[in-house]
T-cell receptor, first 114, second 114 residues
Framework: AQSVAQPEDQVNVAEGNPLTVKCTYS??????LFWYVQYPNRGLQFLLK??????LVKGSYGFEAEFNKSQTSFHLKKPSALVSDSALYFC????????????FGTGTRLTVIP | DAGVIQSPRHEVTEMGQEVTLRCKPI?????LFWYRQTMMRGLELLIY????????DSGMPEDRFSAKMPNASFSTLKIQPSEPRDSAVYFC????????????FGPGTRLTVL
């Protein structure tokens, strides 16, 4: 069975500092991994994905994520946080040969403190 | 493209009434997904369609819920009769063919059942 874990419900970081939002996954095959962001009263917005190739994936708004197969992790990172990055972040996984639906984590609320 | 369109954006109804939520996916997308988001349960997949055919409805909570996709540009999610515990934000999302493709989410419908 597929699953995604986001171990932190809340992450606080000071503006200008690097940020990390953690994600680990459990799948029975090769994973496709995604990060989405949700701003208040909005739908989820795609940030980046890992399909194959380079383990470091770059996405929108300066975000990047590193796929680590041995640790089954896909942490989201940004070198310098902005107040406008404050939002709810979701990690999701899909199996290469599985159904087309995504399995979402429970979300991590990021607060960037000015 | 205008993105995924959902209507209404807000719906307030009384217990026992029928509620119909509407979704127009992005043109050319083969897949359509319905999700429900609540504080308690997070983001839940209710049902998804491929080329207008329901593929997996295992997430539909009860027989009170039904979804249709009569054509490639329109889908409905109906709740009859509605109950207070159905109060949530309902999202529609669509994606192109291929499990490596990201989903694009609509703005959501906030449903309140009194």
């Amino acid at each position: 069975a597929q699953s995604v874990a986001q171990p932190e419900d809340q992450v606080n970081v000071a503006e200008g500092n690097p940020l990390t939002v953690k994600c680990t996954y459990s799948v029975s095959g090769n994973p496709y991994l995604f990060w989405y962001v949700q701003y208040p009263n909005r739908g989820l917005q795609f940030l980046l994905k890992y399909i194959t190739g380079d383990n470091l994936v770059k996405g929108s708004y300066g975000f990047e994520a590193e796929f680590n197969k041995s640790q089954t992790s896909f942490h989201l990172k940004k070198p310098s946080a902005l107040v406008s990055d404050s939002a709810l972040y979701f990690c999701a996984v899909r199996v290469l040969t599985g159904a087309n639906n995504l399995f979402f984590g429970t979300g991590t609320r990021l607060t960037v403190i000015p | 493209d205008a993105g995924v369109i959902q209507s209404p954006r807000h719906e307030v109804t009384e217990m026992g009434q029928e509620v119909t939520l509407r979704c127009k996916p992005i043109s050319g997308h083969d897949y359509l997904f319905w999700y429900r988001q609540t504080m308690m349960r997070g983001l839940e997949l209710l049902i998804y369609f491929n080329n207008n055919v329901p593929i997996d409805d295992s997430g539909m909570p009860e027989d009170r819920f039904s979804a249709k996709m009569p054509n490639a540009s329109f889908s409905t999610l109906k709740i009859q009769p509605s109950e207070p515990r159905d109060s949530a934000v309902y999202f529609c999302a669509s994606s192109e063919r291929g499990s490596y493709n990201e989903q694009f989410f609509g703005p959501g419908t906030r449903l309140t059942v009194l």
